[in-house]
């Protein structure tokens, strides 16, 4: 972390051509369900403060005891220690997930940025690839997920900010974008259904000034995207699925979604959400190394777990008996939470596809009077029948 800010170029067009969209591993879907799960707390709000802080050096010792020390002499430290992190103050505006006690500001913590210098020549600079950047004024909806613990925290890291941005083709609201400027688009299915069922894709990329003008310490940076013809992967077509997501539709559609996920209760209950505290001391570590998980015990009954909870089960079952039911009912817990508390539980694959994913396109019946995933006469009946009562296929209902 000795790179003085002349080196800010060099690391600037790293990011710029490594950045997204032009990643190989482009995803065209958003995932707002997963997203809205994994987070600890939804919110909508506009940055009002971006500080920095450099975490504190992690000398590397030798078998003695004593330090290390590089060519030049001077302590060596470990790779990822004293490295700058990013404070970024919201002002909330609305909450979609969280506990009854929520904050009214919030402070997210992200690994990169400026180090804390007071002399501009003596700063260095960090950027990481994926990580969105931030700058007073935005607006944005964020899935936050371990904050004050996670380098990214935000559930999909990148994906979980969307950007709320006036259109001037549109002037009477403004509308969802991704942290790099995609639309953010909507494919409902044909008969409706649960908000959960609803397709989220990324649509044109709009190259603008308050998406791609940055803001890192005392610099303002242009991100340029490279040609498509160079080799990357371009963004999305021309004429991309679905329709656009304007702010308010989307505050409709994240709170139906949120009601199908969690019942009242288990929002209430949620434990209060991290803020992160710019005065107190970040410990080091090394920023591409993600610490590995405990591993889960392969058999649930390890530990004692079964037999303290349900010693008779034991005597009734077999070890592998017993663990077979034990997943069996754990899944029906998963499937209890998918499917919003319905006792009724799908049973077929086709019945827990629609329950994830919704009906597929021109699926809306089959031989029980319900979509069962194959489209042939039993849909084309039903349209037939009903295809002089609307006309207008933009609308939900219409066949």
Same mark, same amino acid.
């Given at each position: 972390?000795?790179?003085?800010?002349?080196?800010?170029?060099?690391?600037?067009?790293?990011?710029?051509?490594?950045?997204?969209?032009?990643?190989?591993?482009?995803?065209?879907?958003?995932?707002?369900?997963?997203?809205?799960?994994?987070?600890?707390?939804?919110?909508?709000?506009?940055?009002?403060?971006?500080?920095?802080?450099?975490?504190?050096?992690?000398? #590397? %010792?030798?078998?003695?005891?004593?330090?290390?020390?590089?060519?030049? !002499?001077?302590?060596?430290?470990?790779?990822?220690?004293?490295?700058?992190?990013?404070?970024?103050?919201?002002?909330?505006?609305?909450?979609?997930?969280?506990?009854?006690?929520?904050?009214?500001?919030?402070?997210?913590?992200?690994?990169?940025?400026?180090?804390?210098?007071?002399?501009?020549?003596?700063?260095?600079?960090?950027?990481?690839?994926?990580?969105?950047?931030?700058?007073?004024?935005?607006?944005?909806?964020?899935?936050?997920?371990?904050?004050?613990?996670?380098?990214?925290?935000?559930?999909?890291?990148?994906?979980?900010?969307?950007? @709320?941005?006036?259109?001037?083709?549109?002037?009477?609201?403004?509308?969802?974008?991704?942290?790099?400027?995609?639309?953010?688009?909507?494919?409902?299915?044909?008969? !409706?259904?649960?908000?959960?069922?609803?397709?989220?894709?990324?649509?044109?990329?709009? #190259?603008?000034?308050? @998406?791609?003008?940055?803001?890192?310490?005392?610099?303002? %940076?242009?991100?340029?995207?490279?040609?498509?013809?160079?080799?990357?992967?371009?963004?999305?077509?021309?004429?991309? *699925?679905?329709?656009?997501?304007?702010?308010?539709?989307?505050?409709?559609?994240?709170?139906?979604?949120?009601?199908?996920?969690?019942?009242?209760?288990?929002?209430? *209950?949620?434990?209060?959400?991290?803020?992160?505290?710019?005065? *107190?001391?970040?410990?080091?570590?090394?920023?591409?190394?993600?610490?590995?998980?405990?591993?889960?015990?392969?058999?649930?009954?390890?530990?004692?777990?079964?037999?303290?909870?349900?010693?008779? %089960?034991?005597? %009734?079952?077999?070890?592998?008996?017993?663990?077979?039911?034990?997943?069996?009912?754990?899944?029906?817990?998963?499937?209890?939470?998918?499917?919003?508390?319905?006792?009724?539980?799908?049973?077929?694959?086709?019945?827990?596809?629609?329950? #994830?994913?919704?009906?597929?396109? !021109?699926?809306?019946?089959?031989?029980?009077?319900?979509?069962?995933?194959?489209?042939?006469?039993?849909?084309?009946?039903?349209?037939?029948?009903?295809?002089?009562?609307?006309?207008?296929?933009?609308?939900?209902?219409?066949?």
């Amino acid at each position: 972390m000795r790179n003085k800010s002349s080196f800010l170029t060099l690391m600037a067009s790293a990011f710029l051509l490594l950045g997204p969209p032009l990643s190989a591993h482009f995803e065209s879907t958003v995932d707002i369900p997963g997203m809205t799960l994994a987070a600890d707390f939804v919110f909508k709000g506009v940055v009002m403060n971006v500080d920095y802080r450099t975490s504190e050096a992690v000398p #590397l %010792l030798g078998p003695d005891g004593g330090p290390i020390l590089d060519e030049d !002499g001077n302590p060596a430290y470990a790779d990822g220690s004293n490295i700058p992190h990013t404070f970024v103050t919201y002002q909330i505006e609305e909450i979609y997930k969280g506990p009854r006690a929520s904050p009214t500001e919030l402070t997210l913590r992200f690994e990169g940025g400026s180090t804390s210098e007071r002399d501009p020549d003596e700063r260095s600079y960090l950027l990481v690839e994926m990580y969105p950047l931030f700058k007073v004024g935005d607006r944005d909806i964020l899935f936050v997920e371990g904050n004050s613990q996670d380098p990214c925290p935000l559930a999909g890291c990148q994906a979980g900010r969307l950007r @709320i941005l006036p259109d001037a083709q549109y002037p009477d609201g403004d509308f969802l974008f991704s942290d790099t400027g995609m639309e953010i688009r909507v494919i409902t299915p044909p008969t !409706g259904g649960p908000a959960r069922s609803w397709q989220v894709v990324y649509g044109r990329q709009h #190259l603008r000034p308050e @998406i791609n003008n940055i803001t890192l310490g005392d610099h303002e %940076l242009e991100l340029i995207f490279t040609n498509p013809g160079e080799g990357v992967v371009p963004s999305p077509p021309d004429n991309p *699925q679905g329709i656009r997501f304007s702010e308010w539709q989307f505050d409709s559609y994240l709170t139906t979604l949120v009601s199908e996920l969690f019942t009242p209760d288990q929002l209430h *209950q949620l434990p209060p959400v991290a803020n992160a505290d710019i005065s *107190q001391v970040i410990q080091g570590r090394a920023i591409w190394e993600t610490p590995e998980p405990p591993a889960a015990p392969s058999d649930p009954c390890a530990n004692g777990g079964c037999e303290t909870e349900r010693p008779w %089960l034991a005597e %009734l079952l077999t070890r592998e008996q017993l663990t077979a039911v034990l997943e069996a009912e754990q899944e029906e817990r998963n499937w209890l939470v998918i499917n919003n508390g319905n006792p009724v539980l799908p049973q077929t694959p086709c019945e827990r596809h629609i329950v #994830l994913h919704g009906a597929l396109p !021109g699926d809306i019946s089959g031989p029980a009077g319900k979509p069962d995933c194959v489209v042939n006469m039993h849909d084309l009946v039903v349209i037939a029948g009903a295809w002089l009562q609307c006309i207008d296929d933009g609308r939900n209902g219409c066949l």
